[in-house]
């Protein structure tokens, strides 16, 4: 089966390995979406360096008007994607007592906000075709504290309920619902932090997990998988 994604958050990070990794797949066709449009756009040209058609689409997610047109703009297209990559979203390290309320409800909108309004517009297309694939870009917050990431621990806890909802709402439509959840990744996320690269995993190792998840039967799923560092969360 051909490949047709919508992959956000894709204009660096995980995002970007995941879209370069599908851009090697035959006949692929690429969505890419995030709020920066010239490191978007980079993205795109080096997919279709690799014989994919890729397209930016720029768009901030948290709007919802803005998602209605991104949807829009791909049914003008012609396009229904077979494949959703949830994966925008911002890593921030705050302890619970310096979180603004505004900084908490930010990144509930941006890692959770988020995914919840593209699912919502694309899904029903793939459950009317009966055939398609969701996957969402959790992380190891998703299922465990972390004292000094209050926020982005409480928006990562709720986008694996929502994966989970998703799952089952539309397993018996055909749809396969996957959550990955990685620990800490070399992403510009960690660029200022002094870790050393060794200690991190390679945002490349995340892509080549979600292209095997695709890669199965349709009779598979991986509803959820934790990859971590080897040596253990941070």
Not at 20 to 48: G, K, M, Y
Request: charged fraction near 20%.
């Amino acid at each position: 089966m051909s490949i047709s994604a919508v992959i956000t958050g894709a204009s660096q990070g995980i995002g970007e390995a995941i879209a370069l990794a599908f851009a090697a797949e035959p006949d692929a066709r690429l969505f890419l979406i995030a709020r920066n449009q010239e490191a978007l756009t980079n993205v795109a040209t080096r997919c279709e360096a690799l014989g994919a058609h890729a397209k930016a689409l720029p768009c901030d997610l948290t709007d919802a008007d803005a998602v209605t047109n991104v949807a829009a703009t791909l049914a003008s297209l012609g396009e229904s994607p077979n494949l959703l990559i949830n994966n925008a979203g911002r890593f921030t390290q705050k302890e619970l007592f310096l979180t603004t309320a505004n900084e908490f409800r930010d990144s509930l909108e941006t890692n959770l906000v988020s995914s919840f309004q593209i699912t919502r517009a694309l899904a029903p297309d793939m459950m009317k075709r009966g055939t398609g694939t969701i996957i969402f870009m959790g992380s190891v917050a998703s299922k465990r504290g972390f004292a000094e990431s209050a926020a982005y621990t409480a928006a990562k806890h709720g986008l694996l309920g929502l994966a989970r909802s998703v799952r089952l709402a539309t397993q018996e439509a055909g749809l396969r619902v996957t959550t990955i959840m990685p620990g800490a990744t070399d992403t510009p996320s960690w660029k200022e932090s002094g870790i050393a690269k060794g200690r991190l995993m390679p945002a490349e190792d995340i892509a080549q997990s979600v292209l095997s998840i695709v890669r199965l039967s349709e009779r598979t799923v991986v509803e959820e998988i934790v990859l971590r560092p080897l040596a253990g969360d941070l």
